[in-house]
T-cell receptor, first 111, second 112 residues
């Protein structure tokens, strides 16, 4: 069955530290891949997406993600986290006209 | 202009009631979706419509009935509400070739 896995339920980092959120996918063929962010009480905002081509994808708010076919991974990174980045982050995959979401990673940022 | 708008934003109702949530998109997209986010933040697709035709129905109870009067609107009607229906419901839209989804801001449904 198709699935997206986010192994980390909760991550805590200090402001200014680097960040990496993990995402693994299980599909028959490489899906389109997305990262969304959800701030408390808010909707889902698209950070970035991967369809093909360059495996390093740049997104909004200084985020980037790297697609690694050999590891079935699409990890999200940011070199220096800001307090406003505290939110829930969702990885998602799509190859059958529907998004399948991971369970999310809650990011907490300490000053 | 909001691309995907949902109403209401909050909905509190008693068990057994019937309620509707409305969604409208002004992006010209052909496909619309309903997703449910449960108390643990897990997001799961419920339905999708392509140009008013039901495409995906993910084993959702019959009490949930989507309706798409035109490709810009997708409404969700829920009969005989149960406590377990409490969740945030997100509407989304997409367009073939666009390779992305635009989400509404969600409707928080609380059944008491």
């Amino acid at each position: 069955a198709q699935s997206v896995t986010q192994p980390d339920i909760h991550i805590t980092v200090s402001e200014g530290a680097s960040l990496e959120l993990r995402c693994n996918y299980s599909y028959g063929a490489t899906p389109y891949l997305f990262w969304y962010v959800q701030s408390p009480g808010q909707g889902l905002q698209l950070l970035l997406k991967y369809f093909s081509g360059d495996t390093l994808v740049q997104g909004i708010k200084g985020f980037e993600a790297e697609f690694k076919r050999s590891q079935s991974s699409f990890n999200l990174r940011k070199p220096s986290v800001h307090w406003s980045d505290a939110a829930e982050y969702f990885c998602a995959g799509d190859n059958t006209d529907k998004l399948i979401f991971g369970t999310g990673t809650r990011l907490q940022v300490f000053p | 202009d909001t691309a995907v708008s949902q109403t209401p934003k909050y909905l509190v109702t008693q068990m057994g009631n019937d309620k509707s949530i409305k969604c409208e998109q002004n992006l010209g997209h052909d496909t619309m979706y309903w997703y449910k986010q449960d108390s643990k933040k897990f997001l799961k697709i419920m339905f999708s419509y392509n140009n008013k035709e039901l495409i995906i129905n993910e084993t959702v109870p019959n009490r949930f009935s989507p309706k798409s009067p035109d490709k810009a609107h997708l409404n969700l009607h829920i009969n005989s509400l149960e406590l377990g229906d409490s969740a945030v419901y997100f509407c989304a839209s997409s367009q073939a070739g666009y390779y992305g989804y635009t989400f509404g801001s969600g409707t928080r449904l609380t059944v008491v």
